[in-house]
């Protein structure tokens, strides 16, 4: 896991991944998630700058938005959201307790291997029986993140998978670049799921923790 210190290097300039200009991802986003977190009270795990609280997470009854860096927690108070408030923390020492639904949107690949198996057994023992929508790249690199490990992590720990979106197309090779292009078409964004894993690139899942008796 990154620093606090090294995040708020990443925020010396706002916006350091551009996310403020992903259309096409919050509409994604919002057509996968809506169904999990309209009226639901929401922890979302490395909020950054509250981007995708403010254009995804808007229907949510309330948000709680951890992210590590300061620099980004201040950012995204400004934006001054009536439904969420923010917390500059750590996500694996915070209480996950009492949310219905535990988001954790593109910040599990910041974690080690041992850090990621720790959120899931954190989110199984505090988050019994709930949702958890968990978002990642699935390319394989180092073995890390193809869907199969995923899989087996989740199902070994007791996750209940729910359902499981496709987010965004791999870019190489070009073939997939031109699906890319085309999946951006008013509408198109709907036959993400209907795309070959082999071209795909991130994929949100909808867990259920595993419920302790």
Avoid at 62 to 83: C, E, M, Q, T
Avoid at 89 to 110: K, P, T
Wanted: proline share 5%; glycine share 4%; aromatic share 12%.
């Amino acid at each position: 896991m990154r620093t606090a210190a090294d995040f708020n290097l990443y925020y010396a300039a706002p916006d350091p991944w551009h996310i403020s200009h992903s259309r096409f991802r919050d509409k994604v986003f919002r057509r996968c998630l809506m169904p999990f977190i309209r009226d639901k009270s929401v922890l979302e795990l490395g909020c950054g700058e509250g981007h995708l609280t403010q254009a995804i997470f808007s229907k949510a009854r309330s948000v709680v938005g951890i992210d590590i860096s300061d620099v980004a927690i201040a950012r995204a108070k400004s934006l001054n959201l009536p439904n969420a408030r923010f917390e500059s923390a750590d996500f694996l020492q915070a209480s996950f307790e009492g949310y219905d639904v535990i988001a954790a949107i593109d910040c599990v690949y910041y974690l080690s291997l041992q850090e990621r198996g720790a959120l899931l057994e954190k989110v199984a023992e505090e988050h019994s029986g709930k949702i958890l929508l968990l978002s990642g790249p699935i390319v394989d690199y180092r073995r890390h993140f193809s869907h199969k490990r995923l899989m087996h992590e989740f199902t070994t720990l007791g996750f209940a998978p729910l359902k499981f979106y496709n987010l965004s197309v791999y870019w190489h090779p070009p073939s997939s670049r031109i699906i890319a292009h085309l999946i951006k078409l008013p509408l198109a964004h709907t036959l993400l799921d209907w795309i070959p894993e082999s071209m795909i690139y991130q994929r949100l899942y909808a867990l259920r923790a595993p419920k302790h008796h």
